[in-house]
Nanobody, 125 residues
Framework: QVQLVESGGGLVQPGGSLRLSCAASGGTFRSYTLGWFRQAPGKQREFVARISRNDGMTYYADSVKGRFTISRDNAKSTAYLQMNSLKPDDTAVYYC??????????????????WGQGTQVTVSS
C-alpha cells in the first residue's frame, strides 16, 4: 500500500503563493487517483482538488478554481498543489490522499483509503 508525506506548508500573506508536495512510496503511484483535501479548525474536511490516474483530468472545488492547480509527476511519485492568490479563508491543514477504487465521485474524503499526515497552511498578514 502507498504511504504519503506532504510538505511545503507555511505562513504566507494574503495574495501570496505556496506549492505543496505529496511524496508517495510503497505503491504503484500511477495506479492511484490523487486528491487534496483541507480541514480548518472546527470544520469538516473538505475537497480541494483531484487528478485522475489515467488521463490526468483535474477537478477543483469552486472555492479554489482558477487559483489552485493540481498536478502529478509519476516518474517522481509526487503530486503537487500550486496555490496562488491565497486568502485567509484558505487557512487549514492540507492533506494529500490516494485511492485505487473507481466507485463514487472522488469528492468525498471517505472514498480515499490512504492519507498523509497533513501540512499547515496559514494565510495571514
Amino acid at each position: 500500500q502507498v504511504q504519503l508525506v506532504e510538505s511545503g506548508g507555511g505562513l504566507v500573506q494574503p495574495g501570496g503563493s505556496l506549492r505543496l508536495s505529496c511524496a508517495a512510496s510503497g505503491g504503484t503511484f500511477r495506479s492511484y487517483t490523487l486528491g487534496w483535501f483541507r480541514q480548518a479548525p472546527g470544520k469538516q474536511r473538505e475537497f480541494v482538488a483531484r487528478i485522475s490516474r489515467n488521463d490526468g483530468m483535474t477537478y477543483y472545488a469552486d472555492s479554489v478554481k482558477g487559483r489552485f492547480t493540481i498536478s502529478r509527476d509519476n516518474a517522481k511519485s509526487t503530486a503537487y498543489l500550486q496555490m496562488n492568490s491565497l486568502k485567509p479563508d484558505d487557512t487549514a491543514v492540507y492533506y494529500c490522499a490516494a485511492r485505487l477504487s473507481y466507485s463514487g465521485s472522488g469528492y468525498n474524503p471517505s472514498q480515499y483509503a490512504y492519507w498523509g499526515q497533513g501540512t499547515q497552511v496559514t494565510v495571514s498578514s
